[in-house]
């Protein structure tokens, strides 16, 4: 598989809000050797997570517990299944629940509370205030991305912040994605408000003044409006992911055609906790503290596309050099992303007439 399909694959589910899903699949066993302890715990999670299946059966050669996933759709419609179900839940561990709807399930008493002592060596950096029950696990960032030579090739300067966007050397170029119904154009919307404050409906309406175009989803913005991207659409700048040029590098290794603008940033953080009702408490904390090491940590760049949150994870070569971690991220609390993210979604949709 290209770098690209893998790159999609990861990412296609969290990208797109509306999709629904529900599997459920388990880890090999492990081989001799294994502890003496037996049984199962279970990880509802998205449907865009994956580990290598050794990964996994490390874990197993490590408890004695095989792990059995459920799979719940993408990360707003698992938080949203979570917090119907406090204390009744449908597993022992959850994954996969970002910033921008944690508040949902933790207030709805989802969780039990767990530090776990793993998240020492990083991982608690991104915890979240005042919610002790939710343990960082990997992290991306989504920025905007360009086509460079479409810019090089016109004499056209790059674009670097957000309010090159709205100017009129660039009008027409750019393609978002709708923050209703895509994950990665509601951080874009958010990203705005962080970044803007009480300037950022202006910011929109200078936007649609300039032509830009919206697309459903992630994949038809980047894979068919991007000139970037193997579809080789008529838009050279796009919302998408930091760690998206790393996606196209060629096959031989040469340099991506493509480049992250590190000053458009919003940060997603994903999260692990444990059930409140699970039957395997321990089990449950056992998992979270596997996925903070360093060999679990180390698979999450390839296998999903973004960054791990442990110290020392070495990055693979193609992202240190073309996927480098934005230093300037943006974020808003979870808190406020609960309380006011409708409510920014219906200005947007008047801002832009839809």
């Not at 958010?190 to 300039?210: C, E, F, I, K, P």
């Not at 000139?227 to 700048?237: A, D, E, L, V, Y």
């Not at 040029?245 to 096959?251: D, F, I, L, Q």
């Not at 973004?306 to 808190?335: C, F, I, M, N, Q």
Request: proline content about 8%; glycine content about 8%; aromatic content about 8%.
């Amino acid at each position: 598989m290209t770098n690209l399909g893998r790159f999609g694959l990861a990412i296609l589910t969290a990208a797109t809000l509306a999709t629904s899903a529900c599997a459920t699949s388990t880890a090999p066993s492990a081989e001799s050797g294994a502890p003496s302890a037996t049984g199962t715990v279970t990880l509802v999670t998205h449907s865009s997570f994956h580990l290598p299946q050794d990964v996994l059966a490390d874990f197993t050669k490590q408890t004695g517990l095989a792990i059995k996933t459920v799979e719940l759709g993408d990360g707003g419609e698992l938080a949203t299944k979570l917090a119907l179900t406090p204390g009744n839940p449908p597993g022992d561990v959850a994954f996969g629940v970002d910033n921008t709807y944690a508040a949902r399930p933790v207030r709805a008493g989802v969780f039990d509370e767990y530090v776990s002592p793993a998240a020492a060596n990083g991982a608690q950096e991104y915890a979240l205030a005042g919610m002790p029950q939710l343990t960082a696990i990997d992290f991306g960032d989504v920025c905007v991305n360009i086509d460079t030579r479409y810019f090089k090739d016109r004499n056209l300067p790059e674009p670097v912040t957000y309010q090159d966007l709205a100017k009129p050397e660039y009008r027409g170029l750019t393609v978002v994605q709708n923050p209703e119904t895509a994950s990665p154009g509601m951080a874009f919307l958010a990203g705005t408000v962080a970044t803007l404050g009480d300037g950022w409906q202006d910011y929109w309406r200078s936007l649609r003044a300039n032509d830009v175009a919206v697309s459903p989803n992630w994949t038809t913005a980047y894979s068919t409006d991007f000139s970037g991207s193997s579809g080789k659409g008529p838009k050279p700048i796009v919302v998408s992911y930091a760690s998206s040029p790393a996606a196209e590098v060629g096959k031989d290794g040469a340099a991506p055609p493509t480049k992250a603008l590190l000053d458009t940033c919003f940060r997603q953080v994903e999260y692990a906790g444990v059930l409140r009702g699970t039957k395997n408490p321990d089990g449950a904390r056992k998992l979270i503290d596997f996925l903070l090491s360093p060999a679990a940590q180390a698979t999450i760049p390839d296998e999903m596309y973004v960054y791990p949150v442990t110290r020392g994870v070495a990055l693979p070569e193609t992202w240190e050099k073309y996927a480098p971690v934005p230093p300037r991220a943006s974020t808003l609390p979870a808190d406020r992303l609960a309380d006011e993210r409708d409510g920014w979604v219906r200005q947007w949709r008047q801002l832009m007439g839809r």
